[in-house]
């Protein structure tokens, strides 16, 4: 089967305070094989980047209105003129607050959802095939379904 990859290379914004952030190089990824997750990948200067993975449909949300509780939020704003999708992440190690350019997110969203459109996400998955994969009876059912004492019925009468 085919799958579709869609990326894009952006730069984010790691707030630190109202009046100070620093450039993170980001990079959004779907995939149609894992068609519900949205990957970021930020590259800090470490030697391993970061990982997030969460709902395509929480950052799709995201773009318009305030929207996630608990480790992922995104939200909507303006921030010098300039529309921004805001992200704050927590995490065992940390929190953030991230600030995307709202026009360059949505374009890689509206490549995902032309990729996989909303609502056919579990046809990529191919659930519905594996399961009549599973159910599907075979030659060894009949074995395990017969009756185990044919004949030992009685009729009226006997």
Known sequence: ???????????????????????????????????????????????HPVHWTFARELLVEGVFRPCGHGDVRVWPTKVAGRSVVLMALSSPDGDALLEAPAAQVSAWLERTLRAVPPGSEAEQLGIDDGLAELLAPTPADDLWLRDPWPGDESTDGE
């Open 1 to 47: 089967m085919h799958h579709t990859v869609v990326e894009r290379e952006l730069e984010l914004k790691l707030i630190l305070s109202p009046e100070r952030s620093i450039p993170v190089p980001a990079r959004l990824g779907y995939r149609s094989d894992d068609p519900f997750a949205v990957h970021v990948t930020f590259h800090i200067g470490s030697d």
